[in-house]
Structures are given as structure tokens and as C-alpha cells.
């Protein structure tokens, strides 16, 4: 599969979501994130080779902004899985954007892990994934400030932000901390996300090496 397909098969992704919000009843909520998800999409396509990213990878990050758009079949009000599915859309973005900020930094590397040079970007591309998760809480932040109450990334509210929508919730959820409580649970899965990705992707790096005694 090369990055072109990918890059069509991820816009008629969205574009299917895009329909989908319109039937649902949540365009207002999602337009402006499926219409950011293509845009980045297509940026990524476009710089492809500057961020040395292999399709694997590429495909991975793309689709990953699809787990957040699964929210307009209610998923966030009644997950699929085991999981909340807000834990999933923090978690598993995270996820793939330490393995496109890895597969990026890996250039800078030393072949072998146990250097002080690996270590240190390695804590490079940790803080870096943990930054990307910290601007996203930044830009729900201002979404709220500027559009209120509501489904979606840049509103406040629903099972998505643990907010629900009534006075009387709202005081109960004022009493157990508020929008803090959904915050740092948001940045712990961020924080799995981003772990999870980075300990894959030195297994697969420095694997063979320490297998074939390589230096």
C-alpha cells in the first residue's frame, strides 16, 4: 500500500464522517474536527519524506484521529468496548503520534539503547508526545471559552468530558472536583498512550542488534 492510497482512503474516511455527523445531528460538534483531521492529513502527506515516515506508521496516525470521530455513533455516551471510549481517543492517538515523533527522532540514535545519547532523545520524544497531549487539552480549553457547552473536541460537555449537561450534574461534578478530575485522567491516558508507544518502538529498534551482538 503506498502513502497515496492511504491518504485517499483516510479523506473518504472522514468524509463518510462527515456525512455521518450530518445524519446524526452533530455536525456543529464535529465539522470542525473532521475538516482538521483532513487538513493535517493532507500536511503529513505533503511532508512525508521530511518526517522520514514509513506507511505503517503513517497509516496508524492518520486513522487514529478516526477513534475521536466514532464518537457521533454515541460511543462516548455508551462505549463498544470495556473501556470508556474517551480513555481510547486520548490513549490511542498518543499512541501513534509517539510512534510517528520515535520513527522521526530515530535518526539522532545510537544503535545501541544503553547510551547516554539514546536516553536522551528517547526523553526527547516521551516529552514531546506528552506536549502534543497537553496542547490538545489547551485547544478543548479554548474551545470551550469560545463556543460553550456542547459534543465534540472544542466543546465542553457529555460523557466524552465526564461533564454531563444538566445544573443538577453539573453540582455533583463540582463536588468531585470538576473539569480537573476529567483533565488529569485525560493526561494519564495520554501519558499510557505515549509509554506503551515508545517501549514498542525500542523493542522493535534495538532488538535485533542485541540479538546479533551487534554494537
Avoid: C
Avoid at 470495556?82 to 498518543?94: A, E, K, M
Avoid at 503520534?97 to 526527547?124: E, H, P
Avoid at 460537555?157 to 454531563?164: E, F, H, K, L, S
Avoid at 529498534?205 to 551482538?213: D, E, V, W
Amino acid at each position: 500500500m503506498t502513502k497515496t492510497l492511504v491518504t485517499l482512503l483516510a479523506l473518504l474516511t472522514y468524509a463518510v464522517f462527515y456525512a455521518l455527523a450530518f445524519t446524526n445531528n452533530v455536525a456543529k460538534y464535529y465539522g470542525a474536527d473532521i475538516i482538521f483531521s483532513a487538513v493535517f492529513i493532507l500536511f503529513l502527506h505533503f511532508t512525508f519524506s521530511f518526517w522520514k515516515l514509513n506507511v505503517p506508521v503513517y497509516t496508524l496516525l492518520v486513522f487514529s484521529f478516526a477513534s475521536h470521530l466514532m464518537g457521533v455513533f454515541g460511543w462516548y455516551n455508551v462505549s463498544p468496548i470495556f473501556l470508556q471510549w474517551d480513555h481510547v481517543t486520548h490513549g490511542f492517538p498518543l499512541f501513534a503520534f509517539t510512534l510517528f515523533l520515535f520513527n522521526f527522532a530515530s535518526q539522532w540514535m545510537d544503535n545501541r539503547i544503553w547510551t547516554v545519547k539514546t536516553w536522551g532523545v528517547l526523553l526527547f520524544v516521551l516529552l514531546a508526545a506528552l506536549g502534543i497531549g497537553a496542547v490538545i487539552e489547551n485547544i478543548e480549553f479554548s474551545g470551550y471559552l469560545a463556543l460553550g457547552y456542547g459534543e465534540g473536541a472544542l466543546f465542553l460537555g457529555g460523557a466524552g468530558d465526564g461533564v454531563p449537561m444538566t445544573s443538577a450534574q453539573m453540582d455533583v461534578i463540582d463536588n468531585l472536583g470538576g473539569g480537573y478530575i476529567n483533565t488529569e485522567i485525560d493526561l494519564l491516558w495520554n501519558a499510557l498512550g505515549a509509554i506503551v508507544g515508545l517501549v514498542l518502538m525500542s523493542l522493535i529498534r534495538f532488538r535485533k542488534p542485541a540479538l546479533s551482538g551487534t554494537a
